[in-house]
Each structure stands twice: as structure tokens, then as C-alpha cells.
């Protein structure tokens, strides 16, 4: 018999995959949860039984959270990555780190084809495809409900009429949960005049009034929340999330352009990620230079772009996550934060590292380093290339002077 990995996720597609293929292929049906920080133990759990009563061979759980935090969340949080300034690429960042597991999965136990329950009008196709074409070159890729174009109807009787209650109900809104965030699609997304009533929030708003949060980095990762210290930074991140979520906070709307060509719009809450990448900024911008946030700023864009398009293994990658790396040695300091509903504002920043504080001046207030005389002349030389210019073309100037 083959053996075939199937990416599960418990979902209907997933759940149809597994069947279809151990019952009416003869595959040997290795069911795989990649899992980077969107299930619950509960939902596991249900994941492993669900996959025997599928007709799994085999079912196990690959646990990729660390893996996903150390090879890429950091970085999105070193570069402060919102695609299109607003979207922190939730889960369809964690999608490269997904495949990868699967891939070497399947390398493992030598199967002979990898199978995932994309459709042919999304961007995960890509993402799942071009992983494992990379990563496991030679084994076939089996794509069910994009082969087919099969109607979720169709997947749902031919699981009930095998005995398998399907109980997936078309529900109004489809959801993607992850340790950076949880996607909404579906409803009033799909008119561009519309946004998202209240109800659609899986996360809704219990708190009222104001509360101080301060967040604790060291070299531009999250070490610590209000105080208490954490080595383990998806547990950093989760405290946050527990604080800022029942505020509202984190929810938008992002509307950009997909892998395959057509412009996407999606809605997400990320209290715990939009916070902690508006808090490093601030920090940022009292420890680095204006030249490290500069070039940062631009290789942190194309980072962002390349996750979220499926080139995450492309090896200019590597390099820019050292300059991001590099650019964070001095990123250290508590910044501190205060949360409303639906909104934060940066308050304050507490860091060994501040450039505002030096021995040359305050600005607005006074120079130490540099005499009046020093900034006359500074100012004078500054001015050269535009009175040079002006001086060769004072056709120009006298127009300039009478349009303003």
C-alpha cells in the first residue's frame, strides 16, 4: 500500500481527504496536525479520534510553535511587519512553518504522496505546493478538493454516507485561529462597503476604562509583562493577548493583494501582536538611529511581503533576518502602554539605551554640544545646494516666491 500524509487540520476538507483516500485509493493514511499555536488540547484531542474514525493508519500531532517563533515570528516582530502598514501576517504566516513539518514528516516514514485540503482560489494552495516542492521533491502532491472543484455539500454527503456524522455546518463566517492572531472571512467581508458587526469577533469586549500594561524587551524580544519575567516568549505573547484582547484591541480590516492575482479581504483581531509591534517600534525609536530605522523599515517590508507570497525558503530570507538580528542589539528597555476599548497609546519608554537622553542638547530646549555660531554656519551649509540651484535659475525662484 502507498502512504499517503495528509495535512489535518479537522476540517472538511481535511476530514474528506483522509476518507476518500483510504477508502476508495487504498492509500495507508498518515493523518498530520501541524500544530503552531492555534489548537487547543481539546481540539487535538477530537483531531486524533476523528482521524481513526476516518480511517487513519496513523495520526500525530507536530508541535511547530517554538520552531515557528524562532525562525520567524521574531524577526516579523525585529521588523515590525504589518503587510499594506496594517496586517500582521497572521496565519498565513504560520502556513510555510506547517508545511515544512509535514514535509519532513513525510520524509520520515518514506511516503510516497503528501496530500492538504486547499481549494484552487486561495493563497494556502501556493504556500502548502511550493513547500513541499522544495522540501520534498519527488513525492506527489494530492489536492483533492482543488482536482475536483468539490462543493462543500459534496464533501459532507459523501462523509455521512459512509458513515462519518459531518456535522460542518456552513457557517457565516470561516475562522483561522493563531498564536499571531485570528483571521475572519466570509459575511459582510465579502461586500467591500461593508465592515464587521460586534458578534463576528470570536474575542469580545469585557473590559471598560483604562489599565497601564509595560512590556519588557531585550534585543527586540518580549521578555516580560508588567513585571513578571518569561523566557518562554509564546507564553509572553499569550499573557499579552489575555490583557489586551478583552479590550478590543487588534481588530481591522485587510484588504491586498493575494498570491494568485486577485485582491483578497480579510478581517482579523491581534490585540496580543499589534501591540507588541506598536511597543518595539516606540522603543526603536528612542535606541536606534535614524539610518538602522531607516534600511530596517525597507528590508522588513520585503520580508513581510515574501512570507505572506510563499518565499519564506528564498535564501535572500536569511540575510535580511541578520540584519534584523543585527539591528536589535541595543533594542532594550520597558515600554509602557495604555489600553482603552478598541484602542492603546504609547506612553513612555524606560531604556539604558535612550538617545533622547545625552550630554549634546534637548531638543526645543537647549544645545550643550554646539554654539549658536556652530548652528549658523551648519544651517548656511545646509542651505548650499538649494541657493546654488536658485542662484542658476532665478526664473524659478521668482515664480516659487509668487505661487507662495
Known amino acids: 500500500m502507498k502512504k499517503v500524509v495528509v495535512a489535518f487540520s479537522g476540517g472538511l476538507d481535511t476530514s474528506y481527504t483522509v476518507m476518500y483516500l483510504a477508502k476508495e485509493k487504498g492509500y495507508e493514511v498518515y493523518a498530520a496536525c501541524a500544530n503552531t499555536g492555534g489548537f487547543s488540547a481539546e481540539q487535538l484531542k477530537t483531531n486524533e479520534e476523528n482521524a481513526y474514525k476516518l480511517g487513519a493508519k496513523s495520526y500525530v500531532t507536530l508541535d511547530v510553535t517554538k520552531e515557528y517563533y524562532d525562525k520567524s515570528l521574531r524577526y516579523m516582530v525585529y521588523g515590525n511587519v504589518l503587510r499594506n502598514g496594517t496586517y500582521p501576517i497572521s496565519v498565513s504566516s504560520e502556513r510555510i512553518f506547517q508545511g515544512m513539518a509535514i514535509a519532513r514528516y513525510a520524509k520520515e516514514i518514506g511516503a510516497d504522496a503528501i496530500a492538504h485540503g486547499s481549494t484552487g482560489a486561495g493563497n494556502d494552495q501556493v504556500r502548502f505546493d511550493m513547500t513541499f516542492l522544495v522540501m520534498a521533491p519527488g513525492i506527489e502532491i494530492i489536492t483533492l478538493t482543488r482536482d475536483g472543484n468539490l462543493s462543500r455539500q459534496e464533501e459532507i454527503d459523501y462523509l455521512n454516507a459512509n458513515g462519518f456524522p459531518a456535522d460542518f455546518k456552513k457557517l457565516k463566517y470561516s475562522y483561522n485561529v493563531g498564536i499571531w492572531g485570528t483571521s475572519i472571512c466570509g459575511g459582510e467581508i465579502l461586500d467591500s462597503k461593508q465592515g464587521l458587526p460586534e458578534s ?24 516580560g509583562v508588567n513585571g513578571k519575567k518569561f523566557t518562554d516568549h509564546i507564553a509572553a505573547i499569550q499573557a499579552v493577548e489575555a490583557i489586551a484582547a478583552p479590550y478590543g484591541i487588534g481588530r481591522d480590516m485587510h484588504v491586498g493583494d493575494t498570491i494568485i492575482g486577485i485582491k483578497g479581504r480579510v478581517g482579523f483581531e491581534a490585540a496580543a501582536p499589534m501591540l507588541i509591534i506598536a511597543a518595539h517600534k516606540f522603543l526603536e525609536k528612542f535606541t536606534l538611529s535614524k539610518w538602522q530605522q531607516y534600511w530596517k523599515d525597507q528590508v522588513a517590508n520585503w520580508y513581510g511581503m515574501f512570507l505572506h507570497e510563499s518565499q519564506y525558503l528564498e535564501p535572500v530570507m536569511r540575510d535580511i533576518e541578520a540584519m534584523l538580528e543585527s539591528s536589535q542589539r541595543n533594542v532594550s528597555g520597558t515600554v509602557t502602554m495604555l489600553l482603552r476599548p478598541h484602542c492603546f497609546e504609547t506612553v513612555g519608554v524606560d531604556s539604558p539605551n535612550d538617545l533622547v537622553k545625552n550630554k549634546l542638547g534637548e531638543y526645543g530646549e537647549g544645545a550643550k554640544g554646539w554654539t549658536s555660531d556652530d548652528a549658523k554656519g551648519f544651517i548656511k551649509v545646509t542651505s548650499t545646494p538649494l541657493r546654488a540651484y536658485y542662484l542658476n535659475h532665478k526664473e524659478e525662484g521668482d515664480k516659487l516666491e509668487q505661487d507662495l
Open 200 to 223: 463576528a469577533y470570536l474575542k469580545q469586549i469585557e473590559k471598560s476604562g483604562e489599565e497601564i500594561v509595560a512590556l519588557d524587551f531585550e534585543e527586540g524580544q518580549l521578555t
